[in-house]
């Protein structure tokens, strides 16, 4: 399967071109680069991994479009406007958007909405933390966490060090409190779930999917 990286430079995408299989790896679209490297990328990929900017993903994408080539995008920070337009590209091709790739954050966005379901009347709050180069906050997850809650989250947006991934969520009721937390060690959980989702994508029909459509194909 020949892979092509969106976002070559950064964290995630430093890490991925390591993981990839030198017969796999196509090749890196960063910023600079122009259209001719990027069609050269995208038409020789059976699949893409973006983890770029909300700019540089809708830039790739009339590309993908043209070469029928599936995309997997980690990218978060889109306007509204801006993932109106990625999902419109899914008419054309797959397309795999999720705010986070670990499985085991997966797991926890389950169990919120269950707690949800029963706790009804405790505050619902998420503490997020991130690395201080990260340039949307709220992150992703976070708000993926609180989507699923049916009350209002609170959440605490803190940007320091070099911190991978801290979430705790907490239900805060008057005599008791429950807290479940996850934190990444390092971003290989990341770049590995992105890469099994673009094993996992190849040959699938256009439509946006999920992480929960991968997990759901793993569940026996």
Request: hydrophobic share 40%; proline share 3%.
């Amino acid at each position: 399967m020949k892979i092509g990286i969106l976002g070559i430079t950064g964290r995630i995408g430093t890490i991925l071109s390591k993981m990839i299989a030198i017969e796999d790896f196509i090749g890196g679209i960063s910023s600079k680069s122009t259209d001719a490297e990027i069609e050269n990328v995208v038409k020789n990929s059976d699949v893409l991994v973006d983890f770029s900017s909300p700019k540089a993903t809708l830039k790739i994408l009339p590309f993908a479009k043209k070469f029928k080539v599936p995309l997997v995008t980690g990218t978060t920070g889109f306007s509204e406007n801006e993932f109106e337009e990625l999902k419109s590209y899914a008419k054309y091709i797959p397309i795999l958007h999720a705010n986070n790739f670990s499985v085991c954050v997966q797991l926890m966005a389950m169990l919120l909405k269950k707690c949800s379901e029963v706790l009804t009347d405790f505050d619902f709050s998420i503490i997020d933390k991130h690395h201080k180069k990260k340039k949307d906050a709220p992150s992703g997850t976070a708000l993926f966490l609180a989507k699923q809650v049916s009350s209002k989250a609170q959440i605490v947006s803190i940007r320091s060090g070099n911190i991978c991934g801290d979430h705790i969520c907490d239900f805060s009721g008057e005599n008791e409190m429950l807290t479940i937390s996850h934190r990444a060690f390092n971003r290989n959980i990341f770049a590995s779930g992105a890469l099994d989702c673009a094993k996992w994508i190849v040959g699938k029909e256009p439509r946006m999917y999920t992480m929960a459509d991968f997990l759901q194909s793993k569940i026996k």
